[in-house]
């Protein structure tokens, strides 16, 4: 355990260099290049205090190559949302074993979180456009598309892979397994594009709705508006006369000032509401369907018992992928994440087959 603190610290420190590496803006940069230098500080006190050698624990784990081959194909935003989200279960891990110990929360729990935030109020040159580019870059990744894909390819498997085995139960592999299959997967895929494209659409009708209330109070009683953004600054410790001024001045520009009140007082960041409820709806489709069609490929060629165990191997390589595509998100060891999707997948199939075979035997008999 003590060597996989010391490892989760070093791929921390190999990552946020690349991140640095391949960031245009030297400031933003500049950033990742101190939390890099930060996450190696860590690790090599971590190793000093248990005796270790550090120099022999300076590679990056295969996980954290892996999340560079991502960065590579995909952006290294996702990269950057991946390492956020990291530390955020850490902090939260951490503040959870401590009030179940009944230790003291000091605050320095969620530094990592912190730091980077820190390091940013710090620097005069970010202090304005680079703080405000780099939190919408951040809430805009969060490592949520690849997190989408690895769920949307396990809800498709799942889902299907328990629906084919109990029809494949109930008729021995023979009747209706390969339509009832592309039935579910289609179904299924649909079901979830819509779902998708109603929560995405909903979302943006409602942010929008509220946007233009804004936009109509600020323009009927700039008063009243600016008087809430000065209390807004005063609630985070600005003094009042400090507030009054500051409020003044932005509500002086009806744009950027709506801009600013949507955001403060809203609590909306414009950048979550630009995403396409279609290209959201095509990706859920996509997605279920590659993880749902694994299960159904066998019975396309074959039929019988074959055909039930090339579709139980199948499935169980499917979700051993999956589940080691989950270690991505929460850097718990591959075989143990794998096997158990494996285990909880098949024990769910079984249970619907034996379900089917129950039927099965109750119609024929």
Same mark, same amino acid.
């Given at each position: ?6 490892? /989760? ?20 940069? $500049? ?19 248990? *005796?270790?050698?550090?120099? $022999? ?28 989200? /990291? ?20 605050? *320095? ?8 935030? /820190? ?64 039935? &579910? ?67 002086? *520009? ?14 909306? *960041? ?16 996509? #997605? !279920?369907?590659? &993880?749902?069609?694994?299960?159904? #490929?066998?019975?396309? !060629? /074959?039929? &019988? ?61």
């Amino acid at each position: 355990m003590k060597n996989k603190n010391i490892q /989760t610290e070093i791929d921390a420190s190999y990552l946020y260099s690349i991140l640095a590496e391949h960031e245009s803006e030297e400031a933003i940069a $500049n950033v990742f290049r101190q939390m890099s230098a930060i996450e190696r500080s860590h690790a090599e006190a971590f190793a000093k205090k248990e *005796n270790i050698s550090f120099e $022999n624990l300076m590679r990056p784990s295969f996980r954290a190559k892996t999340l560079n081959l991502i960065g590579k194909v995909f952006g290294y935003d996702y990269v950057l949302g991946i390492l956020m989200d /990291t530390e955020k279960s850490i902090s939260a891990a951490i503040i959870s074993t401590k009030q179940k110990s009944k230790k003291e929360i000091t605050g *320095n729990e969620t530094n990592h979180v912190k730091i980077l935030q /820190t390091i940013l109020e710090k620097d005069k040159e970010t202090a304005g456009k680079y703080m405000s580019k780099f939190e919408s870059r951040h809430r805009s990744v969060g490592g949520n598309a690849i997190r989408a894909a690895v769920l949307g390819g396990n809800d498709g498997l799942l889902s299907n892979f328990g629906l084919v085995m109990g029809v494949a139960g109930a008729t021995s592999g023979e009747k209706g397994v390969l339509l009832t299959g592309i039935a &579910g997967m289609l179904a299924g895929a649909l079901s979830m594009a819509m779902g998708e494209w109603i929560s995405v659409k909903s979302s943006q009708e409602l942010y929008e709705n509220q946007m233009q209330i804004e936009m109509d109070e600020l323009e009927t009683n700039p008063e009243g508006e600016m008087r809430e953004l000065a209390l807004i600054y005063m609630a985070k410790g600005i003094p009042e006369e400090q507030a009054l001024r500051m409020a003044a001045e932005i509500i002086k *520009n009806t744009a950027n000032a709506h801009e600013i009140l949507v955001k403060e007082e809203l609590g909306i *960041n414009v950048e979550d509401i630009k995403g396409s409820a279609v290209e959201a709806a095509v990706y859920s489709f996509i #997605l !279920f369907t590659v &993880g749902a069609i694994i299960p159904v #490929l066998p019975f396309m !060629f /074959t039929s &019988g018992i074959q055909a039930i165990v090339i579709s139980v191997i199948a499935s169980a390589a499917g979700l051993f992928f999956i589940g080691a595509a989950i270690t991505l998100f929460t850097g718990k060891n591959v075989w143990y994440s794998g096997f158990r999707q494996v285990l909880f997948g098949l024990a769910a199939a079984a249970i619907t087959f034996g379900i089917g075979k129950l039927i099965g035997i109750s119609i024929m008999g």
